[in-house]
């Protein structure tokens, strides 16, 4: 069940980010794009701002420097004083942080949508930290309604007792788009504009809530971390095995006891040797390869997500 406060207000301090992963070309695109024309982020009550999220890496094409942004919004990064050795990333999301936050703050931005790409069969996925955040599960129930073709899954990342450490939870509410599959350094045009009409549609339900619209309880369905698998190695550390294609681009797919996970290089099968039926994510992931991950097992639930409450319609601001 849902217990954090939602929104009161109408939303007016809102930012879209991209080039988080500066090697996850839709967001990187997008986010140059609207730097230099903005209109298309404006809605009557608000206007969004675009954001280039991590420059360093954008332009060398990588994921990044040298740390990942989205796991460098942690109290213990935002909060350290700062040195001349500190990795680039810490020092962007303190910059970040600064400029969309402060975290936890009543100065933060109202909402931040952060975008990304996957090399994994994710589809369109739908990341926001837990059932908790009220307005974001409204706003995945809204893309699933508005496009069923879709199939968009919500993953919900935060583990219990565990602190939120991407970009978007430095705002008062947030979320991730994740659409894949799409190789790093590439710039697919159908999963381009797939992104681009989903971010007009999220502006579209901030406005709706904005003018007033009513949204009611409902039954969400999200899928939640339950552990991760690495690879087959050697003694070594090298692989041993490699994703079996009968798991392969299976994401948000039932993993039961006893299927093959993994095809060794010797030949045979590796079984997967669980007691109970998992639903992996993120499967053979290209950027999960330096973390010991071939695949994040999640279980599948349903929980009651409160209705919002109705605003006053707003005047329009003067931009």
Known sequence: MCSLPVPREPLRRVAVTGGTHGNEMSGVYLAQHWLQAPAELQR???SAVPVLANPAATAACRR???HDLNRAFTSSFLNSRPTPDDPYEVTRARELNQLLGPKASGRAFDFVLDLHNTTANMGTCLIAKSSHEVFAMHL???LQLRYPELSCQVFLYQRSGEESYNLDSVAKNGLALELGPQPQGVLRADIFSRMRTLVATVLDFIELFNQGTA??????EAYRPVGVVDFPRTDAGNLAGTVHPQLQDRDFQPLQPGAPIFQMFSGEDLLYDGESTVYPVFINEAAYYEKGIAFV???KFTFTVPAMPVLNPVPSPAF
């Open 215 to 220: 949204f009611p309880a409902f039954e969400m």
């Open 44 to 46: 009557l009550s608000f």
């Open 64 to 66: 990044y420097v040298d």
């Open 297 to 299: 097992q999640t279980e």
């Open 140 to 142: 995945c129930r809204h």
